[in-house]
């Protein structure tokens, strides 16, 4: 059935079909500046009197305009258009997407998902296939996070779209999403993933069925991890970050531009594409990592470490140390810890963890926990390796050994205690209700006479 739906193949436009071939400026955070036409970023200086070529001067604001300058970030745009020509702004139907956590329900149970449906209809664009999991804080207080499903299998063709409150950081799972964005265009396959900050119009276009998940985060942008002692060098890289060049379109057409302000979706009406930038300079924009360059941390001499050492990505909360939310992954690596229990340890937590796989088999539920599903652990709900894991980890030969070969799986983790909605955990009917019946073997291996 699955197999079938993929095959529901949309006739839209995307770079690959249009034999586009995608260029990128590597770095996290660089001062970035490209041109499609020569001498199109004027010289000198951000806002001429008149702009090369004709052009229109556009600055887009990351941070206010007094953050300190090691962490304000902008971009001048230089455009065909200012993108204030648009009609008026008028309600978009919401389908399963929302910000709006006051009336969702509650509970505290471990919760797995197997994978989440694909479209079975037709026609379904990335917008219009946005379900939210769930979330906590306040778009308009600007702090917080929510965690959607992507589920579609059409491109987006004249419809552009924008965050208005946050940052969306979107991870495939099925299917390539070739995504165009005012400063250019990017390509992001399974095993990576990309970061399109707020107020950044953009646009998704499929050549097949896809799905995957988002990270949404209202008032901070992520950042690299601090290293401290392990120095310089590790983890992601800065330099395997990769922006994309200018590319411009110049199309008197029809365009809906789809805007999410304040958690509600409204939706305006233009006559030209919104990509319509020709150059633009500065340290505001989206970018995509492959996470197969994700340079792993790991103990070598005993002890299960603190799964921060894998964080691609944090966005930090209010409190020193602690992240609004983190981006982690397991990836492939060797386990060689001695005299040690070396899958994730049994754990009481105060931060939400959500997980979901990419591909393969997750180490600590192997066979259970399937690609395209997910799993919440909240603040404080008991959670770890399954009896399978757990004996088998217990008893075998510490010889070194590879682990996670093959797979790929994440978390997001939050300080903050995430709601669920109501599509999560009822209109989806992904919800395993057998979960819980996975640690019911666990024995009781106490003995007061032996050691």
Known sequence: ?????????????????????????????????????PGALPEGQNNPQKCPYGLYAEQLSGTAFTAPRETNQRTWLYRIRPSVKHYPFQEEDEGNFTNNFNTTPVTPKQLRWKPFDLPAAEGVDFVKGLHTVGGAGDPCTRYGAAIHIYSCNTSMSNRAFYNADGDFLIVPQLGTLFITTEMGKLEVAPNEFCVIQQGIRFKVDVSEASRGYILEVWGNHFVLPNLGPIGANGLAN????????????????????????????????????????????GNYAPYKYDLKNFMVINATSFDHADPSIFTVLTCPGHMVGTALCDFVIFPPRWAVQDHTFRPPYYHRNCMSEFMGLIFGNYEAKEGEFLPGGASLHSMMTPHGPDYKCFQGASNCDLKPVRVADGTQSFMFESSLSLKTTKWALETCEKVDDDYWRCWQNLPKLFNPNQK
């Not at 110049?250 to 319509?276: C, M, N, R, W």
């Open 238 to 281: 800065p330099r395997d970050f990769l922006t994309p060049v200018s590319q411009y379109e110049d199309l008197e057409t029809s365009y809906t531009i789809v805007a999410k302000f304040q958690g509600k979706l409204f939706k305006a009406k233009q006559d030209h594409s919104p990509f319509d930038v020709v150059a633009w300079h």
């Open 1 to 37: 059935e699955e197999r079938k739906r993929r095959q529901n193949l949309s006739d839209g436009p995307s770079p690959k079909k249009a034999g586009v071939e995608l260029k990128y400026m590597s770095g996290f955070g660089n001062e970035f500046a490209t041109e499609c036409l």
